[in-house]
Structures are given as C-alpha cells and as structure tokens.
C-alpha cells in the first residue's frame, strides 16, 4: 500500500469517518448487549430488508455456518424472526422485530441528528458535491476486496 505520506488528505478525511464510523458501531453494539458483527447484521437487515439467513452471510462476509449460529443468536435475543417468505413460502427470511428495530433507532439516533445538521448547513451546490463524492466513495468501498 501507498506510503500514508502519499494519499491526498481527502483520502485520509474518508479513511478516518470510515475508522470513526466503525467505532460508532462498536459503540451502539454495546449499548444495544451485542456484539459488532450482530449489529451490523441488524443493520443490513434494517437497511435493506428481509432476507435469507445465506444472503445475509454473504453481505456480512461470514460462511454460511456463521451465519446461522449469528441468526440463531439473535433469534434468542428477539432481535430477529425467521418467518415464511410471501413470494415463496418455500423459504424462510429473516426480519428484524419491532424491539430491536425500536432499539437500534434509539441507538442511532443522536448521531444521525447530528450528522443531519452538519448537512443541513450546506448549500445546494455543496449537497449536490457531497452527495456526488459521497456516492461515489462507497461504490469503490463496495467494489474493493471483491472479485472482479
């Protein structure tokens, strides 16, 4: 990897809100008695809705093995529910109960607000740079470590 002395200090603001935005999870994982892989599970599931027990292994980057032991815990916490999917009743997917879904917003909150008043403070031109960069940045964070 480029020497840190080399990367443009955009580069390493992004770096650090990523460290920091890791942190924040490590930080509502505790304050919601999980562990950081459980709160992100509870996350991908929040953000992008029901969804197979493999295809949330597969978006958290753990086997299939893992994924189940993870959904099994958070089944027994009540943080989430196997339930028959409407399309195809075949198959169970999981969706996050409205306990956890009530905690984790509780969690987050505070600092979506504060975030959301950071960008409230920009104009226009700046909200549509942001959002443009911001856009960007996390297609290459999805793209990398994956193959091509």
Do not use: Y
Not at 64 to 87: I, K, N
């Amino acid at each position: 990897m480029a020497d840190l002395d080399e990367l443009d200090a955009t580069t390493l603001a992004v770096r650090d809100l990523i460290a920091a935005s890791r942190e924040l999870v490590g930080r509502m994982a505790r304050v919601m008695d999980m562990n950081a892989t459980d709160m992100s599970a509870i996350g991908e599931l929040t953000q992008h809705g029901s969804m197979g027990t493999a295809d949330l292994g597969r978006r958290l980057g753990i086997s299939s093995a893992s994924a189940t032991v993870l959904v099994d815990r958070l089944e027994r916490a009540g943080h989430v529910e196997r339930v028959r999917d409407t399309a195809d009743r075949r198959r169970v997917v999981l969706t996050v109960t409205e306990a956890a879904r009530a905690a984790s917003s509780a969690a987050w909150l505070p600092a979506v607000r504060e975030i959301d008043e950071v960008c409230r403070t920009l104009g226009d031109a700046e909200k549509a740079f942001a959002h443009d960069l911001l856009t960007r940045l996390t297609a290459a964070v999805d793209r990398s470590g994956r193959p091509a």
